[in-house]
Each structure stands twice: as C-alpha cells, then as structure tokens.
C-alpha cells in the first residue's frame, strides 16, 4: 500500500478551499467586489456594505470601547460588522487565513450577556473584535507560519496573549496571512499567495504583519496582533497608514507562537499592536501589562505600565508646560528616503519647528551600516537550517524574498557557539556606542568616536538629552511586490531593541513627489532603492513616520505621539 | 636568541612578591602573626592591632557612612584603618591578590579635601573603602581572573561598576582572590594558593568571590563587590556570616570585567554586594542605581531603585501592618542540607512561626535536579574551549575542582547552535514551571504537573501568593577545602534568576549538631554530602541562610529581610 504524499499545491488549495467556506459562513454573504477594481480598493466596501457596517468599522477604537462597555453597541453587532467588512477585505486584499464567524459570535453573545447580567462590562476591551496575525496559537486551528509543510500543525492551546486579552474581553474573528519564514517586509506565501495593498493593489501590504495591515487599512480591524524582528509590525502600518507599536522586548508575552527558531535569542522577536488609532496601541499595551504577564512567562520584565493620564513623562518647559526634544534623522546615511518619505518628514518637522514645546535636534545616524550586518548575521545563527528544512519539506518553491533573506545573504552562516559569542559582543558594543551616541548628541559630551575613556557624567546631562527621534520607517512608501528589500530603517532599532511606534501622517504619495535628478547613489543597495522610485508607481501610498525613543520608554514614546500629533494638527491631507 | 618562557611557577612567584611588596608598603607596617595559629583566627586582629583599628573596622557600614560624611571620621583615617586589618587578613588567610595603600590613600585625602572645601559629601559611599574581586578591572592594573596565562594583562579603564561607586565617594583599596576559571565554590588557584576560612581555617572561604568573604569574614573590608554565576556571591557571604545578595540579572553594570565567555548570555553572569551589614547590601544597591547605569550600559533594565524607606513594597495585614507570608524550603530534595544548617532554619523558623506578622508556608521543591541538568549544560556552551585554553596556555595544573565543573561534568560539550537553542527552551520551560509553582504553591491554582491547559488567573490570587522563600545556601556551612560538590542550593537561583540574598544567622557549627545516624542517601550527591558530615570538622564555621525573592524584587527582598531580622531578634547566639 503506497500513501501518496500531497504536493504542495494541494495543500495550498485545500487551506485556500477552507478559507473559502469560513467567508462563505458569514451572515449576511458578503458581496463579491467587481471584476474590474481600481488601483486603489478602500473605496469598495462603502459602495458593496450597509452604512451601519461602514459606520461602526470606521469609529476610532476608544470610541468603540465606550459604546461597548456602555452597552451603546452590542459585541454581537460590532463583530458582526467587522466579519462583513474583514471578509469583503480579504477578497479585495488577499489577507486573510480564515474567518471564524462562529466562535467571534458565541464569544459575542456571552460578552453581551455578561454586560447584560453583572451591568458591567469584562474589561477593558469588552466585546472589541481584535484580529491576530496566523502564527499566533489560537487553539485547535492551524498554526503552519507561513510554511506548507506545517500545515496541519494544531495548535494545543490558545497563546499566552490571546488569554489574556480574552480576559480583557476581546473577540476572535479573523487571522491573517503572514509570508515564507515570516521573513519578508511583505507577504507572500505558497499557501495563500500575495496580500496587496488595499490604496494600491500594485503595492505590498508590507509583512511580514502583512495580513493585519491590509485588512486595517481596509477597516476590516480597528486592533490586531502582528510580530517584529526586523520591521514586521512597522512595515505594514507604514504601508497601510496606520499606527503600529514595536515594544521595547520582554514587556509582552509572546508565549505559544509557532516560528523556527524558539529558544534564539540573539535578536529577541517581540509581538505587539496595530491599529486604526494611537488609543488601540495604548489600550492594548496597558491591558496586557496590567494583567502582570510576567506571572505567566518568566522572561517579562517585572515593569508596570506607566500611566500617563497621571503622570506625564516627558520633560516640562520652563513655562511649566511639556518641553519635547525631537531628534531628526531623516536619512539613515546608507539608503536615502524617495521623495514621499520627505516630504512627509519636512511637512512635520515645518510645524513642529515654529511651536514653543518642541525643540528640534539634528540626529546624525552612527554606523548604521554596521548594524545590519550585525543583525543580518545574528537572525539565522544555525545557517536558517529550520527554514530550509521547513521550507523544502513540502517541496514549495522558495520565494525571492525568502532566497533575498536567507540564501542570498552573506551573513548567514552556521555559527560555532564561538562566533556566536563574537557576534554577541559586537552587539554589545554597537549598542554601547549608539547609547553614547544618543547621551552625547545634544549634551557636549565626548561621542562614541571619541577614543577617551568610558565617562560617567551622562546623567547629569540628562535633560539635555534627545527624548524621542523622528525617523523615516523605510526608504520609500509601500514598494512594488517583490522590491522590499532595504530593511535598515525598521531593523536599526531592533538591534538596538528600541520601543519604535510607526504612525500615518494622513499624506498620500503622487505626482507632486518629483524623483530627484541627477543623484549619484552612494551603494548598490541606494542604487536600487534610487531606480525604483517613479511617481506613478506609488500613488496614493500612504506616507507615514515612525518615533523611535529610549530602551522600556514605551509609555514617553507614545505619550510624545501624542504631544506631536496634537502640537503638530496631525493627520494631514495632501493639498 | 632564544626567548625562554617563564615556568607558571615563576609567575606565581612574581605575583606573590608583588602582593608581599604591596603589603610592606603599608604604614604602620603588618604586625606577623604568631607561627602557631588556632582554627579560628578571627580574634587575633584583636591581639595584634591598635584598638582605633578595631573600632573603626568593626563599626557597622551605615554608622560608618554617618560618620564619613559628617566629618567625625575622615576618609583618610578609616582607609588607613582597613589597609592595616586587610593586610593581616591576608597574611591569616590568603585573601588578597594586592593591597593598593598609595593609590587608596590620594584618593582618601581628596574625598577629605572635598569635604572640607564643599562642606558637604561627594556622594552616599563618601570616603568607604571597599573591596573588590581580582577580575573587576582597575586600571592599569593586572586582570587574571585566575588564570596564570593571564597575568600580565593590564586593565586599560576601570569596570563601570567602579567608576560609578567613585562617583559616590568610595575609595578602592584592595583586591581579592578567586579560583582557577573563577568557577569553584572554593577560592584556589595556581597563582596564590587556597585562600582559608578565618572562622575556621581547615574550611574553604567559599568561592569564587572567596577572597572578599575571608577578608569581610575578618573584618578587613566592611563592604565589597563579587560576581555569581552559580553561587560565587553567595556561597562566600555564607561561609563567612556576611551578607551578600546576587541580585536579578541586568540591574547592575558588569561592564570591563576580565573573564572567559563574554558574550554568552544563557546564564546570565551577575556582579553583587558582600557586606558585614544588610544596611552595606542596600546602600550599595541604591547607589549604583539611582546613577541610571542603563545611560552607559544598554543590557541594563531601566528599571529604578524603589525606596522602601518611602512606601513599603510587602503586603500589610489586616491590622494595617506589614504581614509577610513567607515559603520554607528546607530540603531540595536532592542534597540533604547538615544538621548545622537544619537548626538554623528550625530556630529561626520557631521565632517565626509564632509571629502574628509573618505566615509561614511549605514550599516543596519543584526537580531542582533538572535545573542542575539545564544550567550545567549551559555554562560552558563551547565545551569550555576558552577555559581550557587560558588554563593550558602556561601548564599550570588544572586544579581538582576545574576538574570537576568541566572534565567531570558530564553536560559540558561544545554545542551546536541548535543544541543550544534546545537548551533555552528547557531553560525557559522550566522557568515558566517554577514561576507556575510559585503562584500556585499556596493559592489552590493547578501546579505545573497538572496537565491542563496554562491558567490566567494567578492575578487574582496574587495576596495568597508566597513573598519570598527561606532554604539555605548550601548543603552544609563552609566544607573543607575541595569539599564544595554540590551547588544546587545557589545555581537554582541562577537559572531561575531570582535575586537570593543571605544572611548569617549568628549561629556557628559545634558539636552539639550530632550526625543523623542511619541516614540512607537518596543518590551520589547525596551520599557525597552525608558522608562528609562530621561534627568536629565545622566547628565554629558560620551557619547562614538565604532569602529568595521574585524576580527584579530585589527591592523587597531586602525589606523582607529586614522585617525578618527585626521581628525574628536576627542575628542569635549560641547557647
């Protein structure tokens, strides 16, 4: 008796077949989009959906989180709104894994009877519908990461985090696709193929958070789950104009997740927020933390959220009020930013420059060349020997950008233990530099050039200090498929595991947005980024900025957001 | 021309000269003591040092501080003071590698100066001399580690830790001895010999911080610093009645320390206070802290220190008062401790038990066997190939204890990079099953064995939760020398990283702790230990304890102790 193997495209179409039949069971069915579709799809479900969908997907979350603790809006209608509009997104966008209207319902249902029985809601997320990326365990579903080989693989129990914003009083109902090896800044994988940008279906949703990002830029999710390592979180809310938290490591569990590599931890992943909204990422932050996850997964730091509805921590002027020192680093001095990129920095930066609470310093990069080839070399410290045996086990063809991450990268090696240590210390020692760096930049004290002695006198020089940096959060806006491969401004500051909340500065990218004449690349990978900008590729893709503040600063970083969006009549349109 | 390499004996001999030198040059010249010595040598500086000596070096750290910085003491008279006993101490018991009189004075006279010009302190350790570990450099001075192959190497800027401790005042006047590979629980290597027990010279000091544990145990120092990896703080502070805390890993810099394996991170290296006084321990900890070490080391939590003069960080009781619920952990399970150590916990237990403040709970050990296994198997990842080679390097002997932690280890091997990440998972499954055992112990949640799914309501019984556990530092008091096989009751805080502070019970060892007869050992450890049991062996040695707290609770683990020493009337007496 032979037991024929299934190919890879089997399975595919069998995870594609169930995906079909999980839209298929939503009330009502979804309408099918046109055939013919524009670039730009975030039009679509206001013309295909009732307006009581299009009006509750589109209420910024806390605003949500109000009519649902108050019971305004049941759970039962919220999600069934977001599975209406998350289905119609994922035939759209291609960023869905599966739909789970049964479970988000019943789920619903108790939320609503709770509410209606104790006349006070679970918790701070009561009935919210929240989206989670496919790798993150949800129990007895799939957990394949991306890989067809792992495929049926079922995850035993819930992750850790799913737990605990259930115990907040979160909804399930929808997960979302992720690339090959959860590697890419975009996603594709041999499972379900490529998720598109919802503003430009030319474009990557970004990745490897690729699934959450289009389906909220579709407002098919108002708060989802996604994972970092190198961008992953900020490179889907960047392409799809929304705001996206990589936490400082160890503050949020990431207990009962499937990837490669469990037990690395050279450069620490983390999981964290996406949202429609900079409340969804601090309500998700503040909930987690304050139900003291460290209890449950030992490697969380013992540090509570720090509320700053209280307890501002930012620096006060002198007149009393909040003071922010904003360092400005619009070009990390490897790949220049496209045009777009710029002029969203200098839109910011005019408005920020003229008002009394902002001081604005000029934020040299250092070495950020050398960072990537640290990190490069730390991600895959067994020569990606879990990927490749993950990958080639179904016989799934490797994608370019898994060749792009992996075969093609010169740093990718199987270390000895030695050189694994060698690695770590220039880790270190980068870190230790670029510390002195950011102590040094406004404070007149000795770089980390300068070759004297390790000083000590940094604290005193405290509030001098930068207390956040502007930053770009990639070379250009959402690329073309295929084209993300300059990870340097995502992946700088998990190196240096620096919290880094990406926000949308509500500009567009078009034709105003001339490419640059005459300009003499300074590398092979500037080069490519150069010859890839044309205005007309990148209509109407999403210009957003990230900010980027000092290691566990969590809470100053998106309590500095705030102060900016505010000062600053965040967001913008395009004129 | 032939170069002749020098013998490791030659070596050894130009060490030892040196340190001789170092002590000569200390005015009033170091009394010699008597040729015929008793065990215990702790009485003789007594017999042999002018009595403003004595009470200088004997005055409790806190009342020592007071008086350094209000002038009643100058620096330069309380340096002058420690130079004179240490120097005795180390002719006594071979606790110093050596004495820095010219160095130690200037910078007494300065901190004097200060004072008199500024009327006011430099900072809270003005004018303390403390000690410190060979290894923690001191620029321009050598950095062995213990290694004969190493001598030579000259420290090119002093550790942080040091810079930041000269911030606030302290002067550095001695360094002190640790063993070969600075991996013993004993203090021995081929460059100065054994360094002894003063309570009891035929006993080790405890390694490897073992020369500050001799020296603090004969009053030559009053506060220093040591590492510890797998007890090497502690095992010292218990064999010498001190105190000495390993606090959690990532709050104190150990940056420019001399040592094998940097840039290994699996079992996270910590450097810590030894001190005659828990006072010594706290103000240690609060200095370094309140300094933001995280500003010039980035691997450090920013994490501040917690005055509990302020707000007490233990639960109160229903009275309002502090009411600390407390885990007894006599026995792991493995290694039965000594009768010595079993009536140190059974007194201190009897003045517990009966206080209203204070519950007391069973703590059963959770396979602290399997801890042993996990971090055994983590120390040395490279199969110890930076040890063996800084040892082969001049063919000094390996030493019997080297010996034992690497060639005998049955765990130590050069792993793979994937070995290695299957060792973190066992780690950090482990630690996620002991956390799991601590929130259950005494809450009625399901342990760890139960095989259900990972519960989330340990928040909620968090007030039944045990705040720290009591259980001793070893196996017995300070064994004879080359005895210390069994580290189990200090590396299981190791791999957990738990801070664990200990403390002497003021209790020795005498004949009145008779052998348990018949005793039927539970395995070879065990028998190993039994056997080594005789009352006239231990006499006089120091019976101590140690205090486990939750991880990054360093804060309250010492309130706890606190509270404990007040209402137990810590430390006792010998009947």
Avoid at 54 to 64: A, G, N
Avoid at 410 to 420: A, I, M, Q, R
Wanted: proline letters at 8%; a negative charge.
């Amino acid at each position: 008796m032979t037991e024929t193997k299934k190919s890879w495209q089997d399975i595919s179409a069998a995870m594609l077949k169930h995906r079909e039949q999980t839209i298929a069971a939503i009330e009502p069915a979804i309408p099918d989009p046109p055939k013919e579709l524009p670039l730009n799809v975030t039009g679509i479900p206001k013309q295909l959906l009732p307006a009581e969908v299009i009006s509750i997907t589109e209420t910024p979350t806390e605003k949500l989180l109000q009519k649902l603790a108050s019971g305004t809006l049941s759970s039962t209608d919220v999600t069934k709104a977001f599975l209406q509009r998350a289905g119609l997104a994922s035939k759209l966008t291609n960023c869905v894994t599966e739909m789970l209207p049964e479970r988000a319902l019943t789920r619903a249902k108790y939320v609503d009877d709770y509410l209606a029985t104790h006349g006070k809601p679970i918790g701070p997320l009561h009935g919210l519908p929240i989206s989670v990326k496919e790798h993150v365990s949800m129990k007895g579903l799939d957990i394949n990461a991306g890989f067809v080989s792992w495929v049926g693989r079922i995850a035993p129990d819930d992750a850790l985090i799913l737990k605990l914003l259930r115990n907040a009083g979160a909804v399930f109902y929808v997960r979302t696709t992720e690339p090959q090896a959860l590697m890419h800044l975009e996603t594709d994988n041999n499972i379900y193929g490529v998720t598109v940008n919802p503003y430009n279906t030319a474009l990557t949703s970004g990745g490897s958070s690729g699934g959450e990002g289009a389906l909220m830029g579709m407002h098919g999710s108002c708060l989802g789950i996604g994972t970092d390592i190198g961008g992953s979180i900020r490179s889907p809310a960047a392409n799809n104009g929304l705001f996206g938290l990589r936490p400082t490591s160890y503050r949020l569990p990431v207990g009962g997740w499937s990837a490669t590599m469990l037990g690395s931890e050279h450069i620490v992943p983390v999981i964290g927020p996406l949202s429609t909204s900079l409340d969804g990422v601090k309500v998700f932050m503040k909930t987690l933390i304050d139900q003291q996850p460290w209890l449950y997964e030992p490697s969380l730091i013992t540090m509570p959220w720090k509320d700053t509805s209280t307890a501002s921590l930012l620096r006060k002027g002198s007149d009393g009020k909040r003071k922010l020192r904003v360092g400005i680093l619009a070009d990390d001095g490897v790949v220049k930013p496209h045009p777009p990129i710029l002029r969203g920095m200098n839109t910011l930066i005019s408005k920020l420059r003229s008002h009394p609470d902002i001081e604005l310093v000029d934020f040299p990069p250092y070495k950020h060349e050398e960072a990537w080839r640290i990190i490069s070399s730390l991600y895959f410290a067994d020569g990606a020997a879990e990927e490749r045996e993950a990958i080639d086990a179904s016989g799934e063809p490797w994608l370019p950008l898994t060749k792009f991450i992996i075969t093609d990268n010169p740093n990718v090696k199987n270390l000895t233990v030695s050189e694994l240590w060698g690695l770590t210390q220039d880790r270190e020692g980068y870190k230790a530099a670029y510390t002195q760096h950011w102590n040094t930049v406004n404070t007149g004290l000795p770089g980390p050039e300068a070759k004297a002695e390790l000083r000590v006198e940094a604290m005193a020089e405290r509030d001098k200090m930068v207390d956040v940096i502007l930053t770009p959060t990639g070379p250009g806006c959402a690329p073309p498929h295929g084209c993300a491969r300059y990870w340097g401004y995502t992946s700088q500051w998990n190196l240096l595991d620096y919290p880094s909340l990406v926000f949308p500065t509500g500009l567009k990218a078009g034709a105003e947005d001339k490419a640059e004449e005459g300009y003499a690349p300074r590398n092979e990978q500037d080069k490519y980024n150069f010859e890839l900008y044309k205005p007309e590729t990148y209509v109407d893709a999403p210009i957003s900025l990230q900010l980027v503040g000092r290691r566990y600063e969590d809470e100053k970083l998106i309590e500095a957001l705030e102060m900016i969006s505010e000062v600053a009549g965040l967001p913008y349109k395009n004129q």
